[in-house]
């Protein structure tokens, strides 16, 4: 089992900066891929950026790319997501997700445990 508890949502204004952090517990960060995923209103859930268990192999969707980095520290267990030029769109409740294995390439689906969310607020 792996618990997840995101941290770091809030209100800013569109153009600003958040960064999100997991806290993961229950097993070695290092025996798992680590993704984040959001939901907006209305919409289903997409993956925003995924890593590998290692760090070494990321993955950004289209819509985030040259924004937001995604980063691990297996050391301190924790994942992190730097959210640089937010905008009205990227608001959501943002989840912190982990898929059992070592694959080189960081899976973008199938994940196993989900944190509760933590809510994202851009206002234009």
């Known amino acids: 089992q792996v618990q997840l508890v995101e941290s770091g949502g809030g209100l800013v204004q569109a153009g600003d900066s958040l960064r999100l952090s997991c806290a993961a517990s229950?097993?070695?960060?290092?025996?798992?891929?680590l993704g984040w995923f959001r939901q907006a209103p209305g919409k289903v859930r997409e993956v925003v950026a995924a890593?590998?268990?290692?760090?070494?192999?990321?993955y950004y969707a289209d819509s985030v790319k040259g924004r937001f980095t995604i980063s691990r520290d297996n050391a301190k267990n924790t994942l992190y997501l730097q959210m640089n030029y937010l905008k009205p769109e990227d608001m959501a409740v943002y989840y912190c997700?982990?898929?059992?294995?070592?694959?080189?390439?960081?899976?973008?689906?199938?994940?196993?445990?989900w944190g509760q969310g933590t809510q994202v607020t851009v206002s234009s």
């Open positions: 997700a982990a898929k059992d294995g070592i694959a080189t390439r960081p899976p973008i689906a199938g994940y196993n445990y």
């Open positions: 229950g097993r070695a960060s290092s025996t798992y891929a």
């Open positions: 890593i590998s268990w290692s760090g070494g192999s990321t």
